[in-house]
T-cell receptor, first 114, second 115 residues
């Protein structure tokens, strides 16, 4: 069984500041991990994903995430926040064997202050 | 089609009525997923299809919910005897092949309001 915990339902940062959104997962099999973003009044879209290989993955709009197996974490970061980054971010996990359903966390809403 | 299409985009119904929500996935995508997203929550898994068959329906909340995909493309989520607690945005997503590594492409959702 898989699950995802996102720490902090709301995160507020100033424009230009570091963005850190936390995600911890639970999986009985090696996981595939994803971050999706949902902008206001838009559908979910992929930011980045980890499948195999390099544990630091880069996504769109300057975001990146690092898979840390020992910590069962996949935190999302961006060095410098932009106003346009304000959105809801969802961490998700999928298995690579057996069932392939993708389970989402509850989401973290990012606010960016001018 | 070019993207995942969901209809209707909005549905308002009365408690106790029957509702059908339709999803037309990206052409060639064999895997199709239904999620439910309540206000302020993440997408909650309901069911997924690999081809015509339901590979995992463990997320369906009760027997009032049912989904079909008879020809392996379009899927319909059916809700009987709707309750106010069923109000949510129902999301459909599809992806190619049978791998958890493949990215889900989401539709815009069907917003269901039960009065």
């Amino acid at each position: 069984a898989q699950s995802v915990t996102q720490l902090g339902s709301h995160v507020s940062v100033s424009e230009g500041a570091l963005v850190l959104l936390r995600c911890n997962y639970s999986s009985s099999v090696p996981p595939y991990l994803f971050w999706y973003v949902q902008y206001p009044n838009q559908g979910l879209q992929l930011l980045l994903k980890y499948t195999t290989g390099a544990t630091l993955v880069k996504g769109i709009n300057g975001f990146e995430a690092e898979f840390k197996k020992s910590e069962t974490s996949f935190h999302l970061t961006k060095p410098s926040a932009h106003m346009s980054d304000a959105a809801e971010y969802f961490c998700a996990v999928s298995g690579n064997t057996g069932g392939f359903k993708t389970i989402f966390g509850a989401g973290t809403r990012l606010f960016v202050k001018a | 089609g070019a993207g995942v299409s969901q209809t209707p985009s909005n549905k308002v119904t009365e408690k106790g009525k029957y509702v059908e929500l339709r999803c037309d996935p990206i052409s060639g995508h064999t895997a199709l997923y239904w999620y439910r997203q309540s206000l302020g929550q993440g997408p909650e898994f309901l069911i997924y299809f690999q081809g015509t068959g339901a590979a995992d329906d463990s997320g369906l909340p009760n027997d009032r919910f049912f989904a079909v995909r008879p020809e392996g493309s379009v899927s319909t989520l059916k809700i009987q005897r709707t309750e106010r607690g069923d109000s949510a945005v129902y999301l459909c997503a599809s992806r190619p092949g049978n791998s958890g590594a493949n990215v889900l492409t989401f539709g815009a959702g069907s917003r269901l309001t039960v009065l």
